[in-house]
């Protein structure tokens, strides 16, 4: 059976971003550093042994590294009903997250976001570590374990420090002011947020976003179930990977802006 004109233009769509996803990909081999007296470089001065601009830097790296995963599927003629969103969740984080902290022209609200996200970091691998510590480890893996504890603790300490605020990472909240920056129409700003919440069942194995993408046949007359189909769709993909792409383009743009030296 032959594609629809539209599945053909979702297609053409996506495959025409990889010149773009190849270049960011590339710019990941090698450490780009704000210029001297760029807003990021004066940014990065509030905490510089995790700078923020690395910070933005690696959740774009991710973005773009999703994406090209997202890609090679459809290179390779095959679309995932579930799988390929649990892909593209993980591009519209990482744009999102970088955009969410490189958007503000408020100096004061860039590096406080930048450390909302390395607080975050802290945290989860304190969580990680607590764990490591109650599994069975030898006497020079925990001694090792110890001192790296005492170093992300004293970590931990600093950053709290230098915070104007207590808040913590609200991914919700993240993807949809990326959102409101990165797009005028209040139908793209509400389809980022529709596809964040409807993600999330994929990447948690909950079936009902499977439902919204599903073809269902008629009912069985003495049960009232049906057979659903979800071959997995060129358009359903397409939206969330192109919100992706267009969320890390102008995570891109933002990031080389803030760069630039006087």
């Known amino acids: 059976m032959g594609i ?40 990065d001065e509030i905490f510089q042994r995790m700078a923020i601009s690395q910070l ?8 773009g590294e999703h994406l090209r995963l997202a890609l090679d599927a459809i290179q390779a003629k095959q679309l995932y009903p579930s799988s390929h969103f649990t892909v593209l969740r993980g591009a519209l984080v990482g744009a999102s997250q970088a955009v969410w902290i490189l958007g503000p022209q408020d100096r004061d609200v860039r ?11 802290y945290v989860q691998m304190d969580k990680y570590y607590g764990f490591l510590d109650r599994t069975q480890l030898k006497a020079v893996d925990r001694a090792s374990l110890e001192d790296q504890r005492v170093w992300l603790s004293e970590r931990r300490d600093d950053v709290a420090s230098i915070r104007s605020t207590k808040a913590t990472l609200n991914l919700t909240e993240v993807t949809g002011v990326a959102a409101d920056h990165a797009f005028a129409d209040t139908t793209s700003r509400d ?8 993600m999330s069942a994929d990447a948690h194995v909950l079936g009902w976003s499977l439902f919204q993408r599903t073809t ?39 990031f080389d802006r803030r760069c630039e030296g006087p």
């Not at 049960?223 to 993909?237: F, I, K, Q």
């Open 111 to 121: 590096r406080e976001r930048g450390l909302t996200v390395l607080t975050e970091m």
């Open 4 to 43: 629809t004109e539209t599945q053909r233009a979702a297609l053409t769509q996506m495959l025409d971003t990889a010149a773009d996803l190849d270049r960011w990909r590339l710019r990941a081999h090698r450490v780009e550093e704000p210029e001297r007296g760029s807003e990021l470089a004066v940014d």
């Open 216 to 254: 269902f046949g008629p009912a069985d007359r003495r049960t009232g179930v049906g057979e659903g189909l979800a071959p997995g769709s060129p358009e359903h993909v397409a939206e969330s990977f192109l919100a992706s792409y267009r969320l890390l383009r102008c995570g891109w743009s933002l």
């Open 191 to 198: 389809a980022v947020r529709r596809m964040w919440r409807e």
């Open 56 to 63: 933005a830097r690696l959740s774009l790296v991710a973005a």
